[in-house]
């Protein structure tokens, strides 16, 4: 199996082509990237060590790698600049994912391929790609909350001192300010968390606390998120080619489970061969429930605003010379609705 990593050339994206090469599960690895040298040299690097680790094709190309891909994984996306607002660089990434789908699409997506988005605003763009790719909408997965749930886990497995492997629990919903901890369900090794004398109340609200904002941490220490992205887009990736059927926490299109549709946002699915075989609905608490459907509500008005710009022929802020990076989830996307207000033009300043 084929897998091609747009934005391959950048923090995210090699980590991820790292961790699938560490996986030894997929054959061939193709990274492409505006910035052609970085993608080279992330894919040399990776070559080094293939004789270490499994015997798989690594590659750097252009977008005519797609035309062979089973599964298209794209992360580039856009830093926010600073005095820019939230809904500029909403806007601008928006533009790019947009413009990279195009030429996605271009170079030939087979039928039976998968998408997965990565880049953030990722539930706004996974639906921008479910509506535009012309793929089933089974076959667009957004990253969603996957990483959100690796992190709460580990940190709860560290706050309790139990095994990280042994932690259950999940963050649904946005991946964002609106995310939603599903207490009511998680275990560690099958007992509920009130069986550990160190959990508390307290606990709870420091954990997520911590899980909320992890992303922002590590961008103040070493300038993004790296291994656990990776490793979260290889659970994604394996689960597909291996047809695992593990269920993930994963955004896809909603239709009516939990009240929502015509929304993408993460909720327990079954991934698999075909992609998102079943989405499955939990008994959740009520505040649990009215949390995934405000989610709902933050990304259905956020995507409502996008879809009126798109189609009024607004221009979003000028790209300049930035260079797209692979921070998409690396800082979970504060999606909020704007005031409509707030939709000016923008003229470009050079």
């Known amino acids: 199996m084929k897998v091609s990593i747009i934005g391959g050339g950048g923090l995210v994206g090699s980590m991820a082509a790292y961790a699938l090469q560490c996986g030894q599960v997929v054959s061939h690895i193709a990274l492409v990237d505006v910035n052609k040298d970085a993608a080279k040299g992330q894919a040399v690097d990776l070559l080094h060590g293939a004789s270490l680790v499994a015997d798989q094709r690594i590659t750097a190309g252009d977008m005519d790698e797609v035309a062979t891909s089973n599964i298209v994984v794209i992360t580039a996306g856009l830093r926010r600049k600073p005095d820019e607002s939230r ?22 997506l087979k039928e039976n ?32 909350t996957q990483l959100d749930t690796a992190r709460f886990r580990s940190y709860l497995a560290k706050r309790l001192q139990v095994p990280p492997t042994q932690v259950q629990a999940l963050i649904l919903g946005e ?23 160190d959990f508390s109340p307290n606990v709870q609200r420091e954990v997520f606390e911590e899980t909320k904002t992890a992303g922002a941490t590590l961008i103040k220490l070493k300038g993004g998120s790296g291994f656990a992205v990776g490793l979260s887009i290889r659970e994604v990736v394996h689960s597909i080619a291996l047809d695992s059927r593990k269920i993930l926490p994963v955004s896809t299109l909603q239709q009516g489970l939990y009240g929502i549709r015509d929304v993408c946002l993460s909720v327990p699915t079954v991934v698999g061969c075909g992609g998102a075989r079943q989405q499955i609905e939990l008994a959740l608490t009520p ?29 979003s802020p000028p790209v300049s010379n930035q260079t797209p990076q692979a921070i998409a989830s690396s800082e979970p996307s504060k999606v909020r609705p704007i005031p409509r207000s707030a939709w000016q033009p923008v003229t470009a300043k050079r």
């Open 87 to 108: 809904l500029d660089l909403i806007n601008r990434n928006v533009d790019l994912f947009l413009n990279l789908l195009d030429q996605v699409k271009a170079a030939g």
């Open 113 to 144: 391929a998968y998408l997965i988005v990565v880049s953030n605003p990722v539930d706004v763009l996974t639906y921008l790609a479910t509506k535009r790719s012309g793929l089933p909408w089974q076959r667009v997965i957004g990253l969603g």
């Open 175 to 197: 991946h964002g300010d609106s995310m939603v901890p599903i207490w009511s369900s998680a275990t560690i090794a099958g007992l509920p968390l009130e069986q550990w004398l």
């Open 287 to 315: 505040k649990e429930r009215m949390g995934l459907q405000n989610s709902a509500r933050v990304l259905r008005e956020t995507i409502d605003q996008v879809e009126e710009r798109l189609a009024s022929g607004k221009p």
